[in-house]
Structure formats: structure tokens, C-alpha cells
């Protein structure tokens, strides 16, 4: 990649770069992203970081208490929230059911095993579903994600009882 500022004189037939680092920044620089971070800053400054915190304790408590009620979802990892952050990782059927059916009523989670495959296959599964909860996340958006595992564990075992096929987690 060549271009912008990395060059300090360009002919039909030659270029003569400059110095490092401007020599390996092609291209415009990025005003977009650093005006992002600036406004992404500006509104950080302007939280109160208790009542963020409370927030997402708060979520927290609520995605993990409605992970017990449906059967046979398993959360990896601490279930006291206290001992968490606002990040939940579950397994419950297959990853990729799980994420496709709550990515069709705009719920997005990541799936798979995180980069982190040894602690994942210590909990005795290859891959789980991770829900990242933030400040402008709200109890209706745990709902939404809850009551599509919710359908999807009931369907799974409707399906089986039609079949006969044993449902396992």
C-alpha cells in the first residue's frame, strides 16, 4: 500500500519515502475514527461509573437467573455476580442453533470457543454461547435473548418427544 503521507516526492517513474513511521501510513489517516474516539471519550467522562456498574450487576443477575429456569442450559463460569463482569458464557444444545435462532430476533452473541479452548473444553464442552452485557443494554433486551432460548429448548424437545430421541444440553 502506498500513498498519503509516506511519501515524500513521486515521479512517473520513482517515489522517495519518508522517514518511519510516516513512511508505513498509507493512505488518508483515519479523522473518522479519531472523532469517534473523541465523542466515545466525551460521553464516557460523562457517566456516572457507580450507577453504570449497578447497571450491569443488575443485568448480569437477571441474564443469569433466567439461564437456571431453562432446561438444560448451563452457564460456564461463576453463577454468583458478584464474582463476574458483564459477560456470560452459556452452552445449551448447539452453539450454532443457539446463535442463529436468537441472531433471527436481533439477538447477537458470539459462539464457539472464544479463543480460549482449553478453559472452555474444562468445563466439558468444545464450543458455548457468550452474551456481553453494557450500559446500553436493558432488561427487555434479557428478555428477548431468554425467551428465545426458552423457544428453542422447547421446540428441541418437542421435536424429540415426536421423534423419540433423547434431548441432551
Request: charged share 25%; proline share 5%; hydrophobic share 40%.
Amino acid at each position: 500500500m502506498t500513498g498519503g503521507q509516506m511519501i515524500t516526492e513521486a515521479t512517473l517513474g520513482s517515489a522517495t519515502f519518508r522517514p518511519p513511521p510516516r513512511r508505513f501510513e498509507a493512505g488518508t489517516p483515519p479523522i473518522a475514527a479519531a472523532v469517534g474516539l473523541g465523542a466515545a471519550l466525551e460521553w464516557m467522562r460523562s457517566l456516572d461509573w457507580r450507577a453504570a456498574q449497578d447497571h450491569e450487576r443488575h443485568l448480569t443477575r437477571h441474564l443469569l437467573d433466567g439461564l437456571r429456569s431453562i432446561s438444560g442450559a448451563r452457564v460456564l463460569g461463576p453463577l454468583e455476580t458478584e464474582k463476574r463482569r458483564g459477560v456470560v458464557t452459556f452452552s445449551i444444545f448447539s452453539t450454532e442453533d443457539v446463535c442463529r435462532h436468537l441472531d433471527g430476533r436481533g439477538v447477537a452473541l458470539r459462539g464457539g470457543h472464544h479463543c480460549a479452548q482449553p478453559p472452555v473444553r474444562a468445563f466439558g464442552v468444545e464450543s458455548a454461547a457468550r452474551a456481553s452485557l453494557a450500559l446500553y443494554k436493558t432488561d427487555a433486551d434479557i428478555a428477548v435473548l431468554l425467551d428465545g432460548l426458552d423457544d428453542l429448548a422447547s421446540s428441541k424437545a418437542s421435536r424429540a418427544r415426536r421423534n423419540r430421541i433423547p434431548v441432551t444440553g
